[in-house]
T-cell receptor, first 113, second 113 residues
Framework: SAVISQKPSRDICQRGTSLTIQCQVD?????MFWYRQQPGQSLTLIAT?????????ESGFVIDKFPISRPNLTFSTLTVSNMSPEDSSIYLC??????????FGSGTQLSVL | GENVEQHPSTLSVQEGDSAVIKCTYS??????FPWYKQELGKRPQLIID?????GEKKDQRIAVTLNKTAKHFSLHITETQPEDSAVYFC????????????FGQGTELSVKP
């Protein structure tokens, strides 16, 4: 399976600010996704990070709030913009490897005060 | 789009007993069904998966069964141990929807020694 490094691992931010989360994979991957996991909840897909084109967002998520970059096949960033306490969650990048298996990064635990 | 329902939300068993978690999906085009285990504070880990052309798959104490007609699949853990205590998530993937994984709500399994 791919080694997925995500940083920061955690952060505490003030409302109204923005945080950029980085995801680095040790091999080239075609499909990369960003998920959110609110406290005690399941995994909700935010968007598919497309290399060389705009990300594909799921219902309820918009580019202005969660801009995503994917400059190459090993790296992506997710920005959480103009944060509010409701954005406090774990954010996980994930990649498809080994056929169709989905693997997760270690996650970024975000707390917004 | 795809919708995945998971039951029960919590499950408590005695060490050595079996545990069964059930999921239903809505999209008949879904063809891949993984299960993830998430321990507290850690990333979800893939523990077993099954494709739609297979009815059952086993890996030591873990097995997954799939009923395509009824659109449901189940995780079976035999001879449970305290280290099996975690939150388990089922998921379904439909290539009609770009190959993204949609997750169930999760089951918190507690194995009492």
């Amino acid at each position: 399976s791919a080694v997925i490094s995500q940083k920061p691992s955690r952060d505490i931010c003030q409302r109204g600010t923005s945080l950029t989360i980085q995801c680095q994979v040790d091999s080239q991957v075609t499909m990369m996704f960003w998920y959110r996991q609110q406290p005690g909840q399941s995994l909700t897909l935010i968007a598919t990070a497309n290399q060389g084109s705009e990300a594909t967002y799921e219902s309820g998520f918009v580019i202005d709030k969660f801009p995503i970059s994917r400059p190459n096949l090993t790296f992506s960033t997710l920005t959480v913009s103009n944060m509010s306490p409701e954005d406090s969650s774990i954010y996980l990048c994930s990649v498809v490897g080994g056929g169709e298996k989905l693997f997760f990064g270690s996650g970024t635990q975000l707390s917004v005060l | 789009g795809e919708n995945v329902e998971q039951h029960p939300s919590t499950l408590s068993v005695q060490e050595g007993d079996s545990a069964v978690i059930k999921c239903t999906y809505s999209d008949s085009a879904s063809n891949y069904f993984p299960w993830y285990k998430q321990e507290l504070g850690k990333r979800p880990q893939l523990i077993i998966d099954i494709r739609s052309n297979v009815g059952e798959k086993k890996d030591q104490r873990i097995a997954v069964t799939l009923n395509k007609t009824a659109k449901h699949f189940s995780l079976h853990i035999t001879e449970t141990q305290p280290e099996d205590s975690a939150v388990y998530f089922c998921a379904a993937r439909s290539y009609n929807q770009g190959g993204k994984l949609i997750f169930g709500q999760g089951t918190e399994l507690s194995v009492k020694p």
